[in-house]
């Protein structure tokens, strides 16, 4: 009689083969739960209902700016790190200015930088490097009763210039 011997399952490839797939299931699997959950979301807002609300007051501040006559333009001096820049307004201005540079989709790169316009209207300021990014950019009086708002695609733009809105609804 003639025994036909047979080979153990695992010395043939295709048990292999189809453990295989789901094997690469699972570790995706696993991989995407650890980025899902290693990370905050630095994007969502906790409180939306109270940044609801405050949606009018801005558009007050924005009023306030038109009112005034404002604008803002400046330009970033690498090679002296400086942020230079004029304020342009139907009445003086002797305040010290708040120029926020906020990172498009980093918080931690945010940047908060003080002004004070001579009597002319310029200003300078020292910044460090700054990253190749878009940033939205918001200039606000020391009160912060008025704002500019506009965004800056550094460095493919090497100036910004921001109006305020003349055109913005009455209450």
């Given amino acids: 009689m003639n025994a036909i011997v047979e080979a153990p399952w695992y010395t043939h490839r295709w048990p292999w083969l189809l453990m295989m797939g789901p094997a690469f299931v699972a570790v995706a699997g696993i991989a995407t739960c650890y980025v ?22 801005d558009l007050r501040r924005d009023r306030a700016a038109a009112a005034l006559g404002l604008s803002v333009e400046f330009h970033y001096d690498a090679a002296q790190g400086q942020l230079r820049g004029h304020v342009g307004s139907s009445k003086p201005l002797d305040e ?8 498009a989709t980093q918080p931690s790169r945010d940047m908060v930088l003080l002004a004070r316009p001579d009597a002319n209207g310029d200003f300078s300021v020292p910044l460090p490097m700054l ?4 940033w939205q950019v918001l200039v606000e009086g020391q ?8 965004s800056w695609l550094w460095p493919a733009d090497r100036q910004v210039a921001i109006r305020a809105d003349l055109g913005a609804p009455a209450d």
């Fill in 131 to 134: 990253e190749r990014s878009r």
């Fill in 143 to 150: 009160k912060r009763d008025w704002r500019l708002e506009g």
């Fill in 36 to 57: 899902a959950f290693s990370g905050q979301d630095a994007l969502v807002v906790g409180d939306y209902y109270k940044q609801g609300k405050a949606i009018n007051q």
């Fill in 96 to 103: 010290t200015l708040s120029v926020r540079l906020q990172h």
